[in-house]
């Protein structure tokens, strides 16, 4: 396996953990803690560099579609997932039901809520993007206060709507 380099990024929905190897990201999850870990410099790779100012291009309204390598590790059904998830358009939502069709089970509703949970690649893989079939934000690792901070940033950007739930 190829050498993982981690950094940290301070996002306005917290501090943002990044890690990668030379050639993909492999996380970018939220690290609540009070304390930032100490980075060393020779830990920032030119792709970790490029995350994080696509992650500023985004958090300034500058961006709406990554465009990075990306690899977790993960089951067939999981990375099928994952990939749809990678589909949903900015500003845009989809229910746990529909991404279980479009993974093309109807019925595989957990499954893929499942699945969503376990992605590492927050934002960059938009889970926030799934809610419940009723409209409702549901479930989200990073907290539904930065589930609904992420689909309200994105709306903002796309439609100028100040809020949504």
């Known amino acids: 396996m190829a050498e993982v380099f981690t ?14 190897t030379e050639d993909c990201i492999v ?6 803690t009070s304390q930032k ?19 500023i291009q985004y958090f300034n309204g500058q961006l709406q579609r990554f ?14 997932v994952w990939n749809e998830l990678t589909q949903i ?4 939502t989809i229910s746990y039901l529909e991404l279980a069709r479009r993974t093309g089970d109807s019925k595989a509703t957990r499954a893929v809520a499942n699945a969503n949970g376990k992605n590492n690649i927050a ?16 479930g989200y690792a990073g907290g539904l206060w930065r589930k609904k901070w992420l689909l309200e940033h994105e709306a903002k950007i796309a439609y100028g709507v100040q809020t949504l739930f």
């Open 123 to 138: 934002i960059i893989v938009p889970c926030h993007r799934v809610i419940g079939s009723n409209g409702e934000l549901t």
């Open 89 to 92: 358009p900015f500003a845009k």
């Open 7 to 20: 950094t940290y990024y301070q996002s306005p929905v917290g501090l943002l953990k990044i890690s990668g």
């Open 27 to 32: 996380e970018v999850s939220f690290h609540d």
């Open 67 to 80: 465009q990075l390598p990306l690899n977790q590790p993960g089951t067939v059904f999981q990375k099928e």
């Open 37 to 55: 870990p100490a980075v060393r410099k020779k830990n920032m790779t030119p792709l970790l560099i490029q995350c994080i100012e696509q992650l």
